[in-house]
């Protein structure tokens, strides 16, 4: 299947020494990552908990976040299940109310959703199932096309083959500019890769300082080699890093400390260290409140140098660094 379109992950992306490399889909560039060819910034905003207010109060948001400078909006088919929404497909619904009541808004930005998983199932990326999730989730945006379409969960009983093939189809009808995967192993991710004729722009795990894991089970050395984007979930852990619920109190304590030195809150200590990566992940972001977005798009730009963020590591794990 692979042709000669765009490298391939695991092909021989072109690099362009220091800046970093490009790629058809996604890239990391001088000017920061792009996802579909446009750039996204540090920052992304996740539509998870886009539930429980009315839609005015839902548009002020996503346009707060846009006048912030964010471009990437990520949401996915299942929101709505949980966080007080009504059921599957509601969050993308009101996205897609959102957008159609802010005429050149679906413009600005870099619209991401995600499908695989089917409550019950729960797992179908078969080409079918793929290909009728996306066509369902265009029809919830009242879009003719996403800008990034992501498998949010591998089906271990799907061969990548078939969904490579699911997310060509889907490309070449125009309906998705860019593939993406989430919550993949390196190893799902390379066989994935291995099919598509053109390159993967994204890779969404999880990653914070309450979830380290990407540093090293080669997630992020995945995207250093590719210059595949990683889109960082839950980058404030959810909230429990600002909280504290269930965080190790010296890493509360050693956040507050670069904080202190920073200028910045438990929450901008948190951005600036996912930040700080230098694959130079995009932190999708869930808080509902305007200017917490604002101070997260500063924090996304604040240095922490080597000895900080180790620091930061070892107070995370609790042990330090051979
Ligand atoms: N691919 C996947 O499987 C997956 C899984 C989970 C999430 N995601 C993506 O990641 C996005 C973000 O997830 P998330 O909402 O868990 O991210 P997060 O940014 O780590 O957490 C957001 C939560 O932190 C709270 N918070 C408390 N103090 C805050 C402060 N000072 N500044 C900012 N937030 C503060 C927010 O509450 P307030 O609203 O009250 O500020 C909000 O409830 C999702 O929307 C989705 O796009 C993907």
Redesign the pocket.
């Known amino acids: 299947m692979p042709d000669e379109r765009a490298p391939t992950p695991t092909g021989a992306t072109p690099t362009t020494g220091a800046t970093g490399a490009t790629g058809a889909s996604g890239a990391t560039t001088a000017t920061g990552p792009e996802v579909a060819g446009r750039p996204v910034g540090r920052i ?1 905003l ?4 886009m539930t429980g207010a009315d839609d005015a109060t839902h548009g002020a948001w996503v346009g707060a976040a846009v006048d912030a400078g964010i471009a990437l909006v ?3 088919d299942v ?1 709505g299940l949980d966080w007080g929404g009504t059921g599957f497909g509601a969050c993308e619904e009101t996205l897609g109310r959102v957008l159609a009541a802010s005429p050149g808004l679906r413009d600005r930005i870099v619209l991401a959703t ?1 499908g695989g998983i089917v409550p019950g199932v729960p797992y179908d990326s078969s080409a079918v199932a793929i290909t009728h999730a996306c066509e369902a989730s265009l029809r919830r945006l009242g879009v003719d096309h996403v800008d990034l379409y992501q498998i ?2 591998p089906d271990l009983f799907a061969h990548p083959e078939e969904v490579a093939g699911a997310l060509v189809g889907l490309h070449d009808r125009g309906l998705v500019r860019a593939v993406g995967v ?2 993949h192993t390196v190893a799902q991710t390379r066989a994935l890769v291995a099919h598509l004729p053109f390159a993967l722009a994204t890779t ?1 795990p ?1 990653y ?1 300082l309450a979830h380290l894991d990407p540093l090293r089970d080669g997630t992020l050395d995945l995207c250093a080699e590719t210059g595949v984007v990683p889109l960082a ?7 429990r ?3 504290g619920d269930g965080v190790r109190p010296a890493l509360l304590a050693a956040m507050t400390a670069v904080g202190d030195e920073h200028g910045l ?3 901008g200590v948190a951005i600036a260290f996912v930040a700080a990566h230098p694959t130079r992940p995009v ?7 305007p200017d ?1 977005l604002r ?2 798009v500063d924090a996304a730009a604040v240095h922490l140098d080597r000895s900080t963020v180790y620091g930061l590591i070892e107070a995370a794990e609790g042990v330090p660094l051979p």
């Open positions: 992304g996740g539509c998870w908990r990520d949401t996915a929101y995600k949010h969960r989430s919550n969404q999880e914070s979930w839950s980058p404030l852990g959810g909230g890093l600002v909280s809150d438990r929450a932190a999708l972001v869930g808080t509902r409140d917490r101070a997260l």
